[in-house]
């Protein structure tokens, strides 16, 4: 230790972050490959759910959408937390910083968003197949509305995320990370992780409710019909396979990012490894962007009948989108 005192400030502050780089390599290549396999598969779900299946299943409207939210949000948050993982304590760029953080923000809650949608979609059809339903107005009007309530939501990301001050004692050196700002603005910074935690928990809440509820009827029905409804039965069961991987995901980085705003220098506090195996667990949530497209594949016939005439396809349009 006495010989890393004799470094120059400059030199110091390289070998803190170079230690924090080092520790943060796996979630690097993890989130490398979060964003190559992302980008790819949810490429091809919005292109067989949007152009091959389009118009022809309402009950898979929402997912195209959903893809294209997952699109953005494993790229948004991907180039965050790479660049990040980069300079822990080098960050220079405030206003990347900023933005990234409302990009990744934005889309991903957007994404939690149709989720619930989705939720409430298979309710109607499945609970009550009788009564009103979401038609085309309504589907798109929920899509509009969860949107501008995202926005609004992300907003105050702005001004609670940003480059902040990190000391580290030992060095006697101080840098700079692009992360929660717990000195400047700790108050507005715990009352939003605060709201956005209860209403993930509240979303939560109602995903499972309302799945409980789609479940139950289910399973009534296949008992009084001795013939279980395949169709539906199979779509239900993938939307609450995407909805648990969403739920199981989520919960590391909600617990962090609540732990963020009520103590400053949370991460200085731990050892460097310690540091690197939460960093790891915390970035699980990304997991919940990419996963989808292999759920289509496992459990909606139609999206892999249409997968294998795309891509088995050797010459051009040989094969003419489902009617």
């Known amino acids: 230790m006495a010989s890393e005192l004799n470094l120059s400030e400059s030199e110091r ?5 170079k230690s924090r780089f080092e520790a943060f390599l796996p979630s690097t290549v993890y989130l490398v490959l979060c964003i190559v396999v992302g980008v790819a598969g ?3 779900v919005i292109y067989i759910y949007r152009f ?6 309402d009950g898979r409207y929402f997912i195209p959408h959903l893809a294209v939210a997952d699109l953005f949000a494993v790229l948004a948050s991907g180039e965050l937390h790479i660049m990040n993982n980069l300079y822990p304590v080098t960050y220079r760029f405030e206003k990347l910083c900023k933005w990234n953080f409302v990009f990744g923000f934005v889309a991903t809650v957007f994404s939690t968003c149709i989720l619930l949608l989705i939720a409430v979609q298979r309710y109607l059809k499945v609970c009550r197949p ?13 899509l509009l509305l969860s949107l501008l309530m995202t926005v609004i939501l992300g907003v105050p990301s702005y001004f609670t995320f940003g480059l902040e001050k990190v000391r580290n004692l030992e060095l006697n050196v101080t840098g700079s990370a692009c992360r929660r700002l717990t000195t400047t ?16 928990v509240t979303e939560g809440a109602l995903l499972i409710v309302l799945y409980v ?5 289910i399973f009534q029905k296949d008992q009084n019909l001795g013939k279980p409804d395949t169709k539906k039965t199979n779509i239900s069961k993938m939307f609450m396979v995407i909805t648990m991987i969403y739920l199981v995901s989520f919960l590391p980085r909600m617990i962090t990012f609540l732990l963020e705003g009520t103590k400053a220098d949370l991460w200085e506090t731990i050892p460097v490894e310690a540091y690197g195996v939460v ?26 009948k249409e997968f294998k005439q795309v891509f088995s396809c050797t010459k051009p349009n040989c094969y003419p989108p489902e009617m």
Not at 52 to 57: D, Q, V
Not at 130 to 142: A, I, T
Not at 185 to 192: A, G, I, K, P, R
Request: proline share 1%; net charge positive.
């Open 52 to 57: 091959r299946l389009h118009g022809k299943h």
């Open 279 to 304: 960093r790891m667990v915390e970035l699980l949530y990304i997991v919940n962007h990419v996963v989808n497209p292999f759920v289509y594949a496992f459990m909606d016939v139609k999206f892999v």
């Open 185 to 200: 603005t700790q108050t507005l910074s715990l009352v939003h992780a605060t709201v956005c935690t209860m209403l993930t």
């Open 213 to 217: 509820k789609i479940c139950k009827v």
């Open 130 to 142: 009788f009564g009103r339903q979401m038609v085309l107005f309504w589907r798109r009007f929920s």
């Open 42 to 44: 949810n490429g091809v």
């Open 13 to 17: 502050l390289e070998l803190w972050n």
